[in-house]
């Protein structure tokens, strides 16, 4: 077959089968592998700070979907050193790991050095196109030592897609290895005609360099020390400063755009020390995973595997962070609105006012190999578009914007009516358009997350039960836009659809025998009567009845459905549940933030603070107090901590944006930019919390400095400080 490609028409190996889940071989949770990311780059390492290569191995230096390093690994005189400590700095800047040696022989295996003689401190970070690293040397022998470091490297440039299970039929070809007396340029051309750089730098000059190892030869007196640095590019021009001077520079510039990131938001802090740990470091991934774009900040999903610009996940990632964070939901809106689809395309499912779902850079994206270069695969990224953009005017007032973006969500609400709804029902489904697409195109875009109550897989078109609450809380957004704008009719109008879909809604999905609403309609407008947390999200969008929202929350909060951890995507009893699988019962932190929101929303704020509460503790037992993508649905028991899931990603954005979403969910914080009023809608504080400070709150024009306390069997809330027209109110 052949592809056609902005550099041309090539040959193309064959298509690799449309199943995109990522291949499991092992859990990163079983070496807590280390991740910096820092724009289109990120690096996954061991805890020594090693690159290791292997038949299964994830581990590598990644720029834009391709492997540049796939090896990388230190030896004190051919020896691998020992793990002393490994630690990453609590704004993700760099990564520090601590080694010593073991003892070293000779070839009669008498011992000539013995252990912990030698301290070697690699100090590694991203910045830019570019990784760096530093490597102390010191002896704390007694004799003057002579050692040999070396450094083996390995560039195999495996797309993404590769790393993670895909197999392809043919690749491009390697160059030759350029080797100078201090770098080393390693070449691919891909079959996209591509020419993909490594470009390795050493300071000072290795003793030897080869195409794929350098070494030097380093002599130390007592006490004495030594510092190797290493750069790697991606481009093809080489740095003109010394590596050691670049080091410096990068590293202070790195830790200056964190900085930068982490200070739009306001700030949290608490009365328990561990919870404030958990919520510094949520906030520091955040940051790591904000990518500058020319539209504004852009939340990157997650790390290793969906370092990239994804639809659905930025945009709930901003509504997580939006009372927080607002300029992360301009800038969401503004990339999505500027990659909206213009156009049918089948093999990327785009249609005309559609939201992205996910964008890509590596070969075999521009081949069509896997159909992400830029995909439109997903039903509820539309939807969650204008909610979002109605989200952030309600919290900002920020009229200009939305008059820059109301093209585009005019084109988004275009979409809902007419292509979304597939038969003209007055739902919206999905069905890919080609046999590459994903096959189920919600959140849970497993192949087997959607069916019936024997089992049995529905068939679409599909309409979502989560999808059709987002299409309420779009049309709902937009009338409160239009009235914003002044067009009180278009205003009414969309309000007047809104309410019919909810009416539609109730009568269709409702499944009064199990106390929730049913998670699909198939393409016979048969309900898939399946207890989920989808539902959840239907009380989040507001489309659930008053009546039926006790339901909801009475199932969610059930023992079949919540772990004591969290809820599960799927009851327990379920003719598909299985706590060990990605979307049918095991418990995802973003859609728990979801469900959380919901319940506050119809007045149920004690169950969300059962949800804070068991999340919180499951980050307590998580490495760097992360919470992951998901984890394993197994119920919570006395003494011991959740299970983890082998292939979650770790930082992810939604998951990291969780805490804040559940903190303001349990304090129903609501925030009028125009009146300058911070309204808090019957707060609670969850048992083993006593106090929330939120610091330099923005309020329309004005700041303010939050303290909510518990006194007695009430919250109150205090102002700090505050500037001039702000005021506090509180609803109990």
Known sequence: MTATTEHGTCEAPERVAPHYAVVAHGSPGERRARILKSGDTFTVLDPTGDILSGRESSDGLFHRDTRHLSHLDLTIDAERPILLSSVMRDDNASLTCDLTNGDLQDAHGAIVLEHDLVHVRRSKFLHGDAAYERIGVRSFADRPLTLEIALRFAADFADLFEVRGAKRARRGRFLDPEVGADTVRLVYVGLDDVARTTRLRFAPRPTTLGPDRATFTVALQPGGQAVLNLEVGFTESAPTAAPGVRFRTAALEARRALRRASSRAASVATSHEQLNGSLRRAMSDLAMLATDTPHGPYPYAGTPWFSAAFGRDALITAFHMLWLDPALAGGVLRFLAAHQADREDAASDAEPGKILHEMRYGEMAALGEVPFRRYYGTVDATPLFVMLAGA???????????????????????????????????????????????????????????????????????????????????????????????DDTRAKRLDGEAEELAARFEDAFWCADLGTYAIALDGKKRPCRVRSSNAGHALFAGIASEAHAAGVAHTLMGEASFSGWGVRTLARGEARYNPISYHNGSVWPHDNALVAAGLARYGYGREAARILDGLFHASTYMDLQRLPELFCGFSRRPGQGPTLYPVACLPQAWAAATPFALIVACLGLRIDPRGQVVRLDRPILPEFLDEIVVRNLSVGPGRIDLAVRRAGDEVVAHAHSRTPGVRVEVVT
């Open 392 to 486: 952030y005017l309600a919290r900002t007032d920020d009229v200009a914007t939305i008059r820059t973006l109301l093209p585009a969500i005019e084109r988004a609400l275009a979409w809902i009516d007419d292509y979304g709804d597939r038969d003209g029902d007055g739902f919206v489904e999905y069905a890919r358009r080609t046999e590459s697409g994903l096959q189920n195109q919600g959140w849970k875009d497993s192949h087997d997350s959607i069916f019936h109550a024997d089992g049995s897989f529905a068939e679409g078109p599909i309409a979502l039960c989560e999808v059709q609450a987002y299409v309420y809380g779009a049309k709902r957004a937009a009338a409160d836009i239009a009235a914003r704008l002044g």
